[in-house]
């Protein structure tokens, strides 16, 4: 199979009508399509083993159960992880909740404040303490849980489970997109 000849990429969109055929841009468009739907299916497979495979770990191990009644909790090193999670928590919900609702997108306030462009220039730090609590909520439950998986499992078993929570995001619907 020959590869086709090169062709410059263009640097705006005015420039691509004029770099490019009508035939191409169809066969492009076509395959882009094709290729977008198949990456979405392999997204959501993807995402969907994620989802199944923390759900497994999680019953065959009872971790949710195990963390609220079993005596070999370290209780400290759980609440201070809980105090970060909730701290995590309610910050994005002011990101994602109350900054829209402060500043609306109209003529005025021109950047939508549900975007990370708007967090940047309005509350620049709120995304370095998200970052600094999950990562020290995370330290501390894996502390906290120590005791009963030990140390090689228990953070294999809070990493599924975490990336299982974080891929089943991408199964809640998107309005007004």
């Known amino acids: ?13 005015g420039n691509a009508a004029r770099s490019s055929s009508s035939s191409s841009s169809q066969q492009t468009s076509s395959s882009s399509s094709s290729s977008s739907r198949s990456e979405r299916i392999s997204i959501k497979l993807h995402a969907l083993l994620w989802v199944i495979g923390a759900y497994a770990l999680a019953s065959y191990t009872q971790l949710f ?8 909790i370290l209780r400290p090193s759980l609440y201070i992880s809980l ?4 701290l995590n928590g309610m910050l994005m919900l002011y990101l ?22 708007f967090w940047n220039a309005y509350c ?7 970052t600094a609590s ?28 975490g990336l299982g929570i974080f891929f089943s995001l991408h199964f809640i619907p998107v309005f007004g997109v």
């Not at 109350?98 to 462009?117: S, V, W």
């Open 124 to 130: 620049p730090s709120v995304t370095p303490i998200i």
């Open 96 to 117: 994602t909740i109350y900054l829209p609702y402060k500043f609306p997108t109209d003529e005025y306030y021109t950047t939508n404040a549900g975007l990370p462009q």
């Open 1 to 13: 199979m020959v590869a086709p000849p090169y062709r410059r990429v263009p640097q705006n969109e």
């Open 65 to 72: 159960h195990t963390i609220i009644t079993d005596e070999r």
């Open 134 to 161: 999950s990562v020290i909520g995370s330290f501390f439950l894996c502390r906290a849980c120590f005791p009963i998986w030990g140390f090689f499992f228990t953070p294999l078993l809070l990493s599924v489970v």
């Open 83 to 86: 105090f970060a999670f909730t």
